[in-house]
């Protein structure tokens, strides 16, 4: 083998060391930038999650305010209708209290009056025989 073979192939052996190892490392960075896809992907998963996660806690906790809502607009609606109520039993009372105020004075007028007076005198001895025939 001459020089210029020895050269050649000591040339050739060199390049292909060269491309080897850049190869390597070719194959190391893709194996790296592999990786950081990887965990990209599994960070944007793990984000997609939690904003499902927090999505579905949003809508829950406002289903509960509305039923809240709900609940409390029940809860005034019936609260008014029960002061309707007794509002209107008041004014009956209060009519009913007139009423029997007029009726307890009609009562005390005839009660008052001389017709009442003289017939309950004349009815005096009838009422006192009946209570002693109950008694016996």
């Known amino acids: 083998m001459s020089d210029d073979a020895l050269l050649d192939a000591a040339i050739q052996n060199a390049t292909e060391l060269r491309l080897t190892t850049a190869l390597r490392a070719a194959l190391e960075q893709k194996a790296a930038f592999e990786l950081e896809v990887l965990n990209a992907r599994d960070f944007a ?47 009956e009372a209060s009519k009913i209290a007139n009423q029997t105020d007029g009726l307890r004075r009609q009562i005390a007028d005839m009660r008052g009056s001389s017709t009442w007076k003289i017939g309950r005198a004349l009815m005096l001895p009838v009422r006192l025989t009946k209570r002693l025939l109950r008694r016996g």
């Open 45 to 91: 998963i793990g984000q997609a999650r939690q904003i499902g996660e927090l999505r579905h806690r949003l809508i829950v906790q406002a289903a509960r305010f509305q039923a809240k809502e709900n609940d409390q607009l029940i809860h005034e609606k019936n609260h008014r209708e029960h002061i309707e109520r007794l509002e209107a039993a008041l004014r």
